[in-house]
């Protein structure tokens, strides 16, 4: 009885020491990427009801930017999301946008903006189904607006004689 015994602990030891060390090899692998990462935008403030009105004229801005929607429908386990991506520019940037790639998670999709001390760019815009991205650009601030004509949100970023500021508005 003895010798069963002393296998089970020893054959348990081994095995608890197997998983800790692999655990140990693997773990920072999966908190970069399977677990979940925490919410940059969770301290950020929303603001409700509708945004300061972006300029009217065409002098004043850059053209909407329009995000097309999937040819196919999407099956019943895809994500709500949209696939589609919209950027500001036509051409690829040259380069990595410079500053902290920050995440912004609302209503109508998903923004990605690099913000340093003195600037923000769009990095990419990630409307939901039946929503659309519009960009607006000056050079003290740039207005992402994720719109389905009547309700979305909008990401205004600006750095006037100021650090960049980020305001989040749902409407």
């Known amino acids: 009885m003895k010798v069963p015994f002393r296998f089970m602990l020893v054959w348990g030891a081994v095995t608890a020491t197997g998983m800790a060390i692999s655990w140990a090899g693997v773990g920072d692998a999966l908190r970069g990427t399977v677990l979940a990462s925490p919410d940059l935008t969770a ?78 760019e769009l990095v990419s815009a990630a409307p939901d189904n039946g929503f659309q991205t519009k960009v607006w650009r000056k050079s003290t601030w740039i207005r992402v607006e994720l719109t389905d004509g009547t309700h979305g949100s909008a990401v205004i970023a600006s750095w006037n004689d100021h650090p960049t500021i980020v305001q989040i508005y749902e409407y």
Not at 47 to 54: D, E, I, L, V
């Open 43 to 120: 301290g950020l403030p929303v603001a409700t009801g509708r945004p300061p009105a972006p300029p009217t004229s065409a002098a004043d801005s850059a053209p909407p930017v329009r995000a097309t929607a999937p040819t196919s429908s999407p099956s019943p386990s895809s994500s709500r999301r949209a696939p589609a991506r919209a950027t500001a520019s036509a051409s690829p940037p040259a380069g990595p946008p410079d500053g902290k790639r920050r995440t912004y998670d609302v209503r109508s999709g998903r923004v990605v903006l690099a913000v340093s001390p003195r600037s923000a």
